[in-house]
């Protein structure tokens, strides 16, 4: 795997949403959170005025004019003309100003199980995440990377994207942003718009931990 990446990685994330929870709000989360996981712009843009509001500016060394962003790729190869919504999310914030450039250069090789589909045993570590992401690198040495995704659930597949471009750009600094988190373990969400950044933890298991 060559060069160790530190065990933790930033991130960040606009808003929340709860897989389960009975409330109206945690029913209009899902709501939201299938338009970011269907690439719908409209939903997308929705996001840019709470990005820019003040209590948002904790996301600022996530998203800035000076980053590029990395899409993190989907659970299985890329067909051609098929939906990347990590793509369009970060085609949609260069636009917006929330990034310098797009650099779709994590691919998967090979299919994994959907993680939000799949029972919590069955879900695939980081390692395998890592296996079957390959990083097609050219000339260009950004200085600094945020990985891009819709949904964070716990950070696995964001885990191994890091390692892969610490890899090929050994001197950048590498973060995590992605548009919602998962608040599995709460019933439901008391705000959908909650700016936050926390950490993820790799482990040699191959599991990761979230915080928060």
């Known amino acids: 795997m060559g060069r160790s990446l530190p065990s933790e990685i930033a991130y960040g994330t606009l808003a929340n949403y709860s897989p389960r929870g009975p409330s109206e709000l945690s029913q209009k ?27 948002a500016a904790i996301l600022q060394p996530f998203l800035n004019p ?11 190869p890329l067909p051609d003309g098929a939906l990347w919504p990590a793509r369009v999310i970060a085609d949609l914030l260069v636009e917006g100003g929330f990034g ?12 994994v199980p959907k993680s939000a589909s799949s029972p919590a045993s069955e879900r695939p570590l980081w ?9 097609n690198v050219d000339l260009l040495q950004p200085a600094q990377i945020t990985l891009v995704d819709d949904v964070l659930t ?53 599991k990761t931990m979230r915080d928060p």
């Open 29 to 55: 989360s899902r709501n939201i959170c299938a338009g970011f996981k269907a690439g719908k712009e409209a939903v997308i843009r929705s996001a840019f005025p709470h990005l820019r509001a003040p209590g």
């Open 66 to 76: 000076e980053i590029t962003l990395v899409p993190v790729p989907r659970s299985a």
């Open 100 to 111: 310098a450039d797009v650099l779709p250069c994590l691919e998967r090789v090979v299919a």
């Open 127 to 135: 390692h395998r995440h890592y296996e079957t992401i390959a990083a």
């Open 154 to 206: 716990m950070g696995r597949t964001s885990y191994a994207c890091a390692q892969r471009l610490h890899e090929a750009f050994p001197n950048a600094e590498i973060r995590v942003f992605a548009v919602i988190r998962t608040q599995g373990f709460i019933p439901d969400v008391v705000d959908i718009v909650d700016p936050s950044v926390g950490t993820i933890t790799g482990y040699p298991s191959g």
